[in-house]
Nanobody
């Protein structure tokens, strides 16, 4: 299973970006998919999760600013990032889990996920 992120780059504070994650040859049979930013020296912490049937949840730090969505016909997951902040600067990884994650905390944990992309860098500056 291959996950391929794109759409990162440089953005400005207060602006928007929309990384994408393509999953060629992989259906949304995974129960959960998620976005994990990782800054240098820090652990991956989930910020946006989306269920196979479409329910979503977010970490408190990004609620109201980030929105995850999916285009099943294109096998693509998106992360709309609005009102960008300096602290959003990270490598953003998408991940998929085939496990029925029962709680939000489990869904936001990197170890709950089986498949990972290579990441796309998001850098936010003034």
């Amino acid at each position: 299973v291959q996950l391929v992120e794109s759409g990162g780059g440089s953005g400005k504070t207060g602006g928007s970006m929309r990384p994408a994650c393509v999953t060629p040859g992989y259906t949304y049979g995974a129960d959960w998919m998620a976005w994990f930013p990782q800054a240098p020296g820090k652990a991956r912490e989930g910020v946006a999760i989306i269920e196979r049937v479409g329910s979503r949840d977010y970490a408190e730090a990004v609620k109201g600013r980030f929105t995850s969505s999916q285009d099943s016909a294109k096998n693509t997951l998106y992360l709309r990032m609005n009102s960008l902040k300096h602290e959003d600067t990270s490598m953003y990884y998408c991940a998929a889990s085939s496990s029925p994650l029962e709680t939000t905390s489990a869904r936001l944990m990197a170890r709950s996920y089986d498949y990972w992309g290579q990441g796309t860098q998001v850098t936010v500056s003034s």
